[in-house]
C-alpha cells in the first residue's frame, strides 16, 4: 500500500536551503549541544532557522535553549513554535515530560508522521538532532531525510573514537554527505580526533574545550550565546554552513 | 495525523501516481486510515475540499475513506485489546495522539497489566488501497 506520508515529507522540506543533521559516535558526546548552539548562532546571524530534535527517547534542546513545550499551533498542519527567531519541534511539544517507550515499527511510524505534519515553510538552515546510535531511528532519519548533511560530534577517549569511527562508516556505507567532525568538550591537548579524521579523510571543522559554564547558562539564550562554547561552535560552524557570500 | 497534512498527502502522491501512469483522470482512490489517526472524516474532506489541487485530473475524483479499527497486543502479558478498552483520555493526550499516534505510548496502557509495551497490531498509519482513472489507451 502507498503511504502518502512519505510523499508529504519532501513537499514539507522544499523550502528548506540546507539542511545539516548532527550525529556523534556516542551517548553524551553532546549532539544536542552542538545541534542547538549551531541554530542559535544561525539564527543570531540573522538566517531563518529551525531546530528538530529527533531523539524521542531523552529529547534535550527545549532543556538547552530553554523554549515551552506547549501544543504548538495548527495551521494546515503544525506550526513549528518560534524561540527567539529559532523555529523549533520536539516529541516534547506533544508528549510533555512523560516518556515515550517506543520500538521499531513505532519509531519509524512516529518520525514520518511528525515529519509530514510539520511545516518549516522558508528556512535557510534546519538543524537535526539525530537520534542516537545506529538503530532504527537513526537509520530512518538517514533514508527519510534525503538532502541531509552530516556533521559528527566527537571527543577524544579512545572510548569515544572507537564508536565515532563506527558511525563515520556507516555514514559513508549509506552515502550521505559528511561536512566533518567536531571535537567537543576537549580538556586536554590531544591529536586523537584530528588522527581519526585524516585516516577517514574528512575535515576537523572545529574543537570545543569543556566549558564549566554552560551548565548555568542552558536556558539563557543570551548568556549561552556568550559562553566559549558557543562562540567557539559557531566559529567552527558558521563559515562552514554558509560559505562567504551564500 | 493532522487532517489537512493527510489530504495535502493524499493529493500530492495521487498525483504522482496518475502522472508516472499516464491518467488522464482520477475517478476514484480508496484511502484507509488507521483508527489510531484519531481523523475526523467530515475535517478530512473539508480539508481535502480546501487543498484539492485545481489539477483537472482530479475533478471528478470519488474519494473513499475507510478507518480501520485498531488493534493493539500487549507485549508483557499477551492481553489483546482495542481503542475504547483503554478507557478515556484526557484532551492533552487526545491531541497528541492525534497528531502523532504513536504517542499512545505516551498515553495509554495496556488495560490488564499496566504496561505501555504493546503493539499496534492493526489500525495505525495511512494508505492509499487503490487508485482507479482513465488512460487515452485503456
Ligand atoms: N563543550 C561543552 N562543555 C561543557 N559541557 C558540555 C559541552 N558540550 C556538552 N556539554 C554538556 O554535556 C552534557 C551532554 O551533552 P548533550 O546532551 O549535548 O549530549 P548528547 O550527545 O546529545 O547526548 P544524548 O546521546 O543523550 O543525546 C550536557 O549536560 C551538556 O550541557
Ligand atoms: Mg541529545
Ligand atoms: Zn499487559
Known amino acids: 500500500m502507498l503511504d502518502p506520508r512519505r510523499a508529504a515529507v519532501d513537499a514539507r522540506l522544499e523550502g528548506v536551503k540546507r539542511i545539516v543533521a548532527v550525529t556523534g559516535g556516542k551517548g553524551g558526546i553532546g549532539k544536542s549541544f552542538v545541534s542547538s548552539a549551531l541554530a542559535l548562532a544561525s539564527a543570531r546571524a540573522g538566517r531563518a532557522t529551525g531546530l528538530l530534535d529527533l531523539d524521542f527517547t531523552s ?23 518560534d524561540h527567539h527567531g529559532i523555529r523549533c519541534m520536539s516529541i516534547a511539544h506533544f508528549a510533555g515530560d512523560a516518556p515515550v517507550p517506543m520500538r521499531g515499527d513505532d519509531v519509524t511510524n512516529a518520525l514520518l508522521e511528525l515529519l509530514a505534519i510539520t511545516r518549516w515553510k522558508e528556512l535557510d538552515l534546519l538543524v537535526i538532532d539525530m537520534p542516537p546510535g545506529i538503530g532504527d531511528a537513526a537509520l530512518d532519519a538517514m533514508r527519510l531525510l534525503g538532502r ?9 577517549s579512545r572510548v569515544v573514537l572507537e564508536s565515532v569511527r563506527r558511525t563515520v562508516r556507516l555514514l559513508q556505507d549509506v552515502r550521505v554527505p559528511i561536512l566533518g567532525i567536531v571535537e567537543n568538550m576537549r580538556r586536554k591537548e590531544d591529536d586523537g580526533v584530528r588522527r581519526l579524521a585524516e585516516a577517514q579523510g574528512l575535515p576537523v571543522l572545529g574543537t570545543v574545550d569543556f566549558d564549566e559554564t554552560l551548565e548555568d547558562a542552558l536556558g539563557d539564550l543570551d548568556r549561552l550565546a556568550a559562553t566559549t562554547a558557543v562562540r567557539s561552535l559557531a566559529a567552527a560552524l558558521l563559515p562552514v554552513v554558509f560559505p562567504a557570500g551564500r | 495525523m493532522h487532517e489537512f497534512a493527510l489530504a495535502e498527502s493524499v493529493v500530492r502522491a495521487t498525483l504522482q501516481t496518475a502522472e508516472s501512469e499516464g491518467m488522464t483522470a482520477v475517478t476514484r482512490v480508496v484511502v484507509q486510515v488507521g483508527e489510531l489517526q484519531q481523523i475526523k472524516k467530515d475535517v478530512f474532506e473539508f480539508a481535502l475540499k480546501q487543498v484539492h489541487s485545481d489539477d483537472p485530473r482530479l475533478a471528478d475524483t470519488v474519494l473513499v475513506v475507510e478507518i480501520v479499527p485498531a488493534r493493539f497486543s500487549c507485549r508483557v502479558c499477551e492481553h489483546g485489546f482495542t481503542l475504547a478498552e483503554t478507557g478515556e483520555h484526557d484532551a492533552d493526550a487526545k491531541e497528541a495522539i492525534h497528531f502523532v499516534p504513536e504517542l499512545a505510548h505516551a498515553f495509554m496502557r495496556c488495560p490488564a497489566c499496566g504496561s505501555p509495551d504493546f503493539e499496534v497490531a492493526e489500525g495505525r498509519g495511512v494508505g492509499i488501497a487503490s487508485i482507479e482513472g482513465e488512460r487515452p489507451d485503456a
Open chain 1, 59 to 81: 529529547p534535550s534542546d527545549h532543556v538547552i535553549l530553554g523554549f515551552e513545550t506547549g501544543f504548538p499551533t495548527e495551521e494546515f498542519g503544525i506550526d513549528p513554535a
Open chain 1, 148 to 156: 541531509a548533511e552530516y556533521v559528527v560530534v566527537a571527543g577524544s
